[in-house]
C-alpha cells in the first residue's frame, strides 16, 4: 500500500502561469481532501471530493481554484494565473468513506513557489 | 464557522522536561479530537479522541479529552531531541479544521 501519492514535491511557477496539483489516494479510499499550508500557518481546509463529486468546497477560493476527482486517475487541484499568494504547502489527505473515524492520512505535499 | 486554537504558539525546553500542549476547540457536529506532529513535511498522526476522560498513551506522549471543557492536552514527557516539531491538533466534524499549532523546540 503506497501511501497517498502527491506530485510534485516542488513546483515553480511564474506569475499567471497554471499549477496543477496530482494526489493519488491511498488504496480502497474513495475520499480526498485537499488542505493549504501558508508559511507558518496551521492546515487550512480547501476541497472535499468524492469520486466525480465535490462535497464541500467552503474551503476553495472563489476565483482560480478549481479541484476534481475523475472515476479514473489521480485528484488534481488546479489554480489558474498564479499569484505570490499562492505560495504554500498543499496536502492531500485521503480516507476510505466518511465521516472516518481514523481521521485521515497525508500525503507529502506539494510545494508550490510562485516567482 | 469551526474553530480550533492551539497554546501555547511557541515552546523551548531543554530536554528530559515535561511539556503539555493545549488545545481548545469549537467545531459543529464534533465527533472526534486528533493530534498530528509535523516534521518537515506531512503531518503524520498521533491520536484521535473521541471519549472524554479516556486518556491515550503511545511512549511518552500522550493525550485526553475533555468534552465539556470542549479542550484537549497533549502530554509529552522525558522530551528528546526528536520531539522538535510543530504539533498540530484538528477538530473533526466531515473535515479536519486544523489550529495553528505549537512550535516545540527542544534544546540539548
Known amino acids: 500500500n503506497a501511501g497517498v501519492m502527491q506530485n510534485p514535491r516542488h513546483l515553480v511557477r511564474r506569475r499567471g502561469q497554471e499549477a496543477r496539483l496530482r494526489c493519488s489516494p491511498m488504496?480502497?479510499?474513495?475520499?480526498v481532501y485537499w488542505y493549504r499550508q501558508l508559511p507558518e500557518e496551521g492546515l487550512k481546509f480547501m476541497v472535499y471530493?468524492?469520486?466525480?463529486?465535490?462535497?464541500?468546497e467552503s474551503g476553495m477560493p472563489k476565483e482560480r481554484f478549481s479541484a476534481e476527482f475523475p472515476k479514473e486517475g489521480p485528484s488534481i487541484l488546479r489554480i489558474q494565473q498564479v499569484v505570490r499568494g499562492d505560495s504554500a504547502a498543499y496536502f492531500c489527505a485521503s480516507s476510505p468513506n466518511a465521516p472516518s473515524n481514523y481521521g485521515y492520512t497525508f500525503g507529502s505535499g506539494t510545494r508550490l513557489t510562485v516567482v | 464557522e469551526d474553530k480550533v486554537v492551539q497554546s501555547p504558539l511557541s515552546l523551548v525546553v531543554h530536554e528530559g522536561d515535561t511539556v503539555t500542549l493545549n488545545c481548545s476547540y469549537e467545531v459543529t457536529n464534533f465527533r472526534s479530537l486528533l493530534w498530528y506532529k509535523q516534521e518537515k513535511k506531512a503531518p503524520t498522526f498521533l491520536f484521535m479522541l473521541?471519549?472524554?476522560?479516556i486518556e491515550k498513551k503511545s511512549g511518552r506522549l500522550s493525550s485526553i479529552l475533555d468534552k465539556k471543557e470542549l479542550s484537549s492536552i497533549l502530554n509529552i514527557t522525558a522530551t528528546q531531541t526528536g520531539d522538535s516539531a510543530i504539533y498540530l491538533c484538528a477538530g473533526f466534524n466531515e473535515k479536519l479544521t486544523f489550529g495553528t499549532g505549537t512550535r516545540l523546540t527542544i534544546i540539548p
Open positions: 488504496k480502497g479510499h474513495s475520499h
Open positions: 473521541t471519549s472524554s476522560g
Open positions: 471530493l468524492q469520486k466525480e463529486n465535490i462535497i464541500d
